[in-house]
């Protein structure tokens, strides 16, 4: 697949390296919601980019909305916790993030899975991970990003409040935890801007999708 990536200028590494987690800072959202962020947690994030984007199986999908067909506007690739995932660094990270949340989460994340905007006409419309056990419990979802910045914003669900906005790309994480599903909305909206392609990778428990 042919995709241009405007690599950052402080990653200059085609090792490919996951630093501490003890730099990660924490903000309250409200409502018992709250969300986990570290810049540049991996190091050699756009050699990951330019293996994942050459070696996931990556699919086009299209989902019914308002009595139409409509085009996904992302790619997506899903792995389950039997699967071998597409990079050894992705089962060290998922592993890593396993124990460092093993006190507030009590279990590990199970599955991974990975879209792909391949620029700023793809995006992901406003949702909380609310099919399954994420409707009716506390959990995380914790994303990786690799490629250009994009900006993930956050919103309460039943209106009002501080909306929340964070750029991420280039090896950054973020952690969505408590509530946050259940009482806060997230997307990736689509963009005027010129911007490059971006991978995300969600680690999530069993059962919450």
Not at 31 to 57: H, K, M, Q, R, S
Not at 66 to 95: I, M, Q, S, T
Request: net charge neutral; glycine share 12%; aromatic share 6%.
């Amino acid at each position: 697949m042919a995709v241009h990536l405007q690599g950052s200028l402080f990653d200059q590494t085609d090792e490919i390296l996951l630093g501490p987690l003890d730099g990660v800072r924490r903000t309250v959202l409200g409502d018992g919601a709250w969300i986990d962020g570290l810049a540049d947690w991996l190091e050699g994030a756009d050699a990951l980019f330019d293996a994942l984007v050459d070696t996931v199986p990556w699919r086009a999908e299209r989902r019914r909305m308002y009595e139409r067909e409509v085009a996904v506007p992302r790619l997506l690739a899903h792995y389950g916790e039997d699967d071998r995932l597409p990079h050894p660094v992705l089962g060290r990270a998922r592993a890593a993030l396993s124990r460092h949340y093993a006190d507030e989460l009590g279990e590990p994340f199970r599955t991974a899975g990975l879209c792909f905007y391949r620029d700023g006409h793809d995006s992901v419309a406003w949702h909380g991970d609310r099919i399954g056990r994420g409707a009716r419990e506390d959990t995380m979802v914790a994303i990786l990003s690799v490629g250009a910045p994009r900006d993930l914003v956050l919103r309460p669900r039943h209106g009002g409040g501080t909306t929340v906005r964070r750029p991420l790309g280039h090896g950054d994480l973020i952690v969505m935890g408590g509530s946050c599903q259940r009482t806060w909305e997230h997307a990736v909206p689509k963009t005027a801007r010129p911007v490059g392609p971006r991978i995300s990778i969600q680690f999530r428990p069993r059962g919450v999708n």
